[in-house]
């Protein structure tokens, strides 16, 4: 049974920095494709970043060059490094694997 545990979220002001994190149970990170979606207030759930098996990682173009996937295989743990972050970005957070969701974690971003 695959489970997904995010953490990290809180509120942050602008420019600021955050780092969640997604610890799974029944998968393994390095050999599965994971990844960070959001959802903001009165909008759809979109991909933030993924990281394949093979490392290679994506990111949505509203936050490339400013937020960062990376994985501790020996922890079985996916992060997504969130630096200079603005109001937009804003939203609940969920860790994504194999049609598994996360429960979610909140960022909040003042201006």
């Known amino acids: 049974q695959v489970q997904l545990v995010e953490s990290g979220g809180g509120l942050v002001q602008a420019g600021g920095s955050l780092r969640l994190s997604c610890v799974a149970s029944?998968?393994?990170?390095?050999?599965?494709?994971m990844g960070w979606y959001r959802q903001a207030p009165g909008k759809q759930r979109e991909l933030v970043a993924s990281?394949?098996?093979?490392?290679?990682?994506n990111y949505a173009d509203s936050v490339k060059g400013r937020f960062t996937i990376s994985r501790d295989n020996a922890q079985n743990t996916v992060y997504l490094q969130m630096n200079n972050v603005k109001p937009e970005d804003t939203a609940i957070y969920y860790c994504?694997?194999?049609?598994?969701w996360g429960q979610g974690t909140q960022v909040t971003v003042s201006s």
């Open positions: 029944g998968i393994f990170v390095n050999i599965n494709t």
């Open positions: 994504y694997a194999r049609t598994v």
């Open positions: 990281i394949s098996g093979s490392g290679s990682t």
